[in-house]
């Protein structure tokens, strides 16, 4: 697995807690730290979302040849 993929899939982790979060709890953690009315929440979830389509390419992956 390269270092991008690692990256990209901490990311996605943690989109994933934070959406646990707002399911279990109603607590959106990004918008408490940053501000519900800043451009830094949704800059965060669009890398969250351009971080789960990388790690399509983790599923696809033949798991032999992962180093």
């Known amino acids: 697995m390269t270092l991008l993929q690692k990256i ?3 990311v996605t982790i943690l989109g994933g807690i934070t959406w646990g979060l707002i ?3 109603d607590f959106n953690i990004v918008e ?3 501000g ?3 451009m ?3 800059v965060i ?3 969250v979302g351009l971080t789960s389509l990388i790690n399509i390419g983790i599923l696809l992956m033949d798991l032999d040849q992962v180093d």
């Open 8 to 10: 990209c899939l901490s």
């Open 23 to 25: 399911g279990l709890l």
């Open 32 to 34: 408490a730290v940053f």
């Open 36 to 38: 519900a009315d800043s």
């Open 40 to 42: 830094i929440p949704r």
């Open 45 to 47: 979830y669009s890398l």
